[in-house]
Nanobody, 125 residues
Framework: QVQLVESGGGLVQAGGSLRLSCAAS????????LAWFRQAPRKERDLVAV????????YYPDSVKGRFTISRDSARNTVFLQMNSLKPDDTAVYYC??????????????????WGQGTQVTVSS
């Protein structure tokens, strides 16, 4: 089992930046595809970024493309989400997720089994 703990959320003004971290324990993340999701009040949970085991492949939906960057640090067993040019619509609880996938093409729609507890991001206008 892998345990995930997010950190780095907070309150930021529109146009600002935040960097989220998700540290893993229990197992090394090297064989896991890693993702960030977010859920705003009264909305469904949405994928915002996913990264392959090697880090060479990433995927972003149009809503965050060009503003968010996902990265991973194997030595620190951590995945990051750098968020720039934040908008009030980015306000949500952000979750990291992990799982072992055999097909990268499935990563954006995969039903991840391991989740962190979430960290709140609030963007003021």
């Amino acid at each position: 089992q892998v345990q995930l703990v997010e950190s780095g959320g907070g309150l930021v003004q529109a146009g600002g930046s935040l960097r989220l971290s998700c540290a893993a324990s229990g197992r090394t993340l090297s064989s896991y595809t890693l993702a960030w999701f977010r859920q705003a009040p009264r909305k469904e949970r949405d994928l915002v970024a996913v990264i392959s085991t090697t880090g060479r492949s990433t995927y972003y939906p149009d809503s965050v493309k060009g503003r968010f960057t996902i990265s991973r640090d194997s030595a620190r067993n951590t995945v990051f989400l750098q968020m720039n040019s934040l908008k009030p619509d980015d306000t949500a609880v952000y979750y990291c997720a992990a799982d072992t996938l055999t097909n990268w093409a499935a990563a954006p729609t995969f039903n991840y089994n391991y989740w962190g507890q979430g960290t709140q991001v609030t963007v003021s206008s």
